[in-house]
């Protein structure tokens, strides 16, 4: 089963904006983490925030977390074309430990307009 | 290249034949998964590996799917008398066991299969 949901689906978006995209989870966590995949190819990890922390920045990328309403953010600031991809949201669920079998989303599918 | 490869990239068969997919992880990491992904969705989980025991499995790894991990290194997963509902990308990944701040997987590039 997957037990996050992305929001929105799909984004379309032109070059230098910025893209926010959601994820929303069910159970209690360890972590949550951003992967991106481009079409047809396999998932790149791109950012880990711990259970604890509420802010994360790596580059262009900025991830919240608010484990009271179970809910996490991806910003991606001036977009560029190359982002074009699929970003999935995975949680490590809290099984009294970290088991690592993480839990993926249906994903966002961004768009980049040159 | 010390990434995580996967092969066959593509593989086509027809309804009822058995099919195997080889993952090998990157050499230091202990732990091996197994993902399914099918078109418009997000990976589900299939099985896992610590070392050559195999921890857990999902209830869609069913009784003709069949994964092994030999002597911790490299992993088979073999799907027996496959159905056009198996039709997926097969997605392995490896990580180090994870702990509470850890636990970044390394995808491959999967295993496309389609079952005509």
């Known amino acids: 089963s997957q037990q996050g949901e992305e929001d929105p689906q799909a984004l379309s978006i032109q070059e230098g904006e910025n893209a926010t995209m959601n994820c929303s989870y069910k159970?209690?966590?360890?972590?949550l983490q951003w992967y991106r995949q481009n079409s047809g190819r396999g998932l790149v990890h791109l950012i880990l925030i711990r259970s604890n922390e509420r802010e994360k920045h790596s580059g262009r990328l900025r991830v919240t977390l608010d484990t009271s309403k179970k809910s996490s953010s991806l910003l991606i600031t001036a977009s560029r074309a190359a982002d074009t991809a699929s970003y999935f949201c995975?949680?490590?669920?809290?099984?009294?430990?970290?088991?690592?079998?993480?839990?993926f989303g249906k994903g966002t599918k961004l768009s980049v307009k040159p | 290249d010390t990434g995580v490869s996967q092969n066959p990239r593509h593989k086509i068969t027809k309804r009822g034949q058995n099919v195997t997919f080889r993952c090998d992880p990157i050499?230091?990491?202990?732990?091996l998964y197994w993902y399914r992904q099918t078109l418009g969705q997000g990976p589900e989980f299939l099985t896992y590996?610590?070392?050559?025991?195999?921890?857990?499995k999902s209830r869609l790894l069913s009784d003709r799917f069949s994964a092994e991990r030999p002597k911790g290194s490299f992993s088979t997963l073999e799907i027996q008398r496959t159905e056009q509902g198996d039709s997926a990308m097969y997605l392995c990944?490896?990580?180090?066991?994870?702990?509470?701040?850890?636990?970044?997987?390394?995808f491959g590039e999967g295993s496309r299969l389609t079952v005509l």
């Open positions: 590996f610590q070392n050559e025991a195999q921890l857990e």
């Open positions: 050499s230091e990491h202990n732990r």
């Open positions: 990944a490896s990580s180090l066991v994870p702990g509470m701040n850890t636990g970044e997987l390394f």
């Open positions: 159970t209690s966590i360890n972590n």
């Open positions: 995975a949680t490590d669920p809290n099984y009294g430990g970290s088991q690592g079998n993480l839990i």
